[in-house]
């Protein structure tokens, strides 16, 4: 409101797709204008990371991969903007003042440096859905606890978190979960098996980063967003529905006790949910396509099927187990996909991956702490492992 008053932002992952697509809406809204940008960081992509901070004035630009130090600092030489690398400096990103942080890093990497944003205050646009799958209600509990807000960022939850009445919150029945289906909608499991890769990455409707586009496939990315809207919205696991929508139009709904279901729906492009996430409860004007629903002429919807998408199936069982079987899923499927795009193992390993370390770490008490959280995503992350060299012995 106040003219003249830039708003400090800072994004988490910024290289990526969630992280471009914010700076675009940044530009959109007024940019060097009406933002200031404290913190940028990325990773192996140094030259658009450095080519990002110079175009927003970046005070700080920050690679979390600790080897390409050096070439940041000759790719930012004589600019003036702060650089810094690691872990370290991630959480140095994320110390940084800034009253809006969009944590987009992809991973478990992401949880440490948006802890500490929202620990220190920040308002929080999650888009790193695995935050919440790991650390669950801790970290809802540590965004509270810094009194900052926690604004989603993924399309589905942007969708429920808008068509969510505040007053209403007693009302709600349920929470409708669209899925596109992803590219192997109408696959069989033994068609799916044998895919790479390089077939898994193209979906259908939305353009984005490598992991969430081979867990649109596999529908892994809807068994996090289970569990992500588990805690997000305070609804228990039986209120949690997803249905197959192959147009991506319709982005979720909530359904109420009269039997009215409100949704959201729009174009599949992010920046619609990100603007909403940087302006919130403002809706800021976006150039993004706008819905023509001559043209769309139908939506369709079908069942999950949890027979050839068994991710759907464990995210059940996590919510229903607790604990730290988020984490544990998390992680396993985490290390399970790193495997598959390195060739090592076959599409429907990684369900199989994740479910085996699930069971073996059963039994590991809820966690009390953070460290808890992050002791679990180790543990799992060794499991698989194990499980996947096991795989590979045998194949
Ligand atoms: P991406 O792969 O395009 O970008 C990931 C970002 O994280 C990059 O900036 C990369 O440099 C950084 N990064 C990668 N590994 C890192 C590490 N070890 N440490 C620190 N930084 C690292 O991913 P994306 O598609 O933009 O997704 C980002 C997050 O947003 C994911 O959690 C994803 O599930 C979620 N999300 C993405 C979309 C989308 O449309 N792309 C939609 C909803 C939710
Ligand atoms: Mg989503």
Same mark, same amino acid.
């Given at each position: 409101s106040g003219a003249g008053k830039k708003r400090r932002i800072t994004i988490?992952?910024?290289?990526?797709s969630i992280g471009s697509n914010t700076l675009d809406v940044v530009t959109q809204l007024g940019g060097r204008e009406a933002f200031e940008v404290a913190a940028l960081t990325g990773s192996g992509n140094i030259a658009l990371l450095a080519e990002q901070a110079k175009v927003s004035g970046a005070e700080l630009a920050v690679t979390?991969?600790?080897?390409?130090y050096h070439d940041l600092k000759s790719a930012l030489a004589g600019t003036g903007i702060e650089i810094a690398a690691g872990r370290s400096g991630l959480i140095e990103a994320a110390e940084r003042e800034a009253a809006w942080v969009m944590a987009? $890093?992809?991973?478990?990497?992401g949880l440490a440096p948006t802890l500490t944003a929202a620990r220190r205050g920040a308002d929080i646009a999650l888009a790193n859905k695995e935050c919440l799958v790991s650390a669950g209600d801790l970290f809802v509990s540590a965004v509270h606890a810094g009194g900052g807000r926690l604004i989603p960022v993924d399309s589905e939850h942007s969708a429920i978190f808008q068509s969510l009445e505040d007053d209403q919150r007693h009302a709600v029945e349920r929470i409708v979960l669209t899925a596109?289906?992803?590219?192997?909608?109408?696959?069989?499991r033994e068609r799916m098996a044998g895919v790479t890769a390089e077939i898994a990455r193209?979906?259908?409707?939305w353009s984005m980063g490598l992991k969430i586009s081979i867990g649109s496939a596999s529908m892994f990315n809807k068994a996090l967003e289970m569990i992500e809207a588990q805690h997000l919205f305070d609804?228990?696991?039986?209120q949690i529905e997803v249905v197959v929508h192959?147009?991506?139009? $319709?982005h979720s709904m909530v359904g109420y006790r009269d039997g009215s279901v409100i949704a959201q729906l729009g174009c599949p492009d992010m920046r619609t949910a990100i603007g909403y996430a940087l302006t919130y409860p403002d809706r800021p004007k976006l150039n993004v396509d706008r819905l023509d629903f001559a043209k769309l002429a139908r939506l369709d919807f079908e069942a999950p099927d949890e027979e050839r998408f068994p991710a759907l199936r464990l995210a059940r069982a996590a919510m229903q187990r607790g604990g730290l079987q988020g984490a544990i899923m998390n992680a396993a499927e985490e290390t399970a996909f790193h495997a598959f795009i390195a060739g090592r193992?076959?599409?429907?390993?990684m369900a199989d991956i994740a479910e085996a370390v699930m069971d073996r770490l059963v039994?590991?008490?809820?966690?009390?702490?953070m460290d808890d959280v992050f002791a679990a995503d180790e543990a799992a992350r060794a499991e698989a492992g194990d499980v996947i060299a096991a795989k590979e012995k045998a194949a």
């Open positions: 988490l992952g910024s290289t990526g979390a991969d600790e080897g390409r987009a $890093i992809v991973g478990t990497a596109s289906g992803g590219p192997f909608r109408t696959w069989t193209a979906h259908p409707n609804v228990r696991p039986d192959p147009q991506s139009i $319709i193992i076959g599409f429907l390993d039994s590991v008490p809820a966690a009390a702490g």
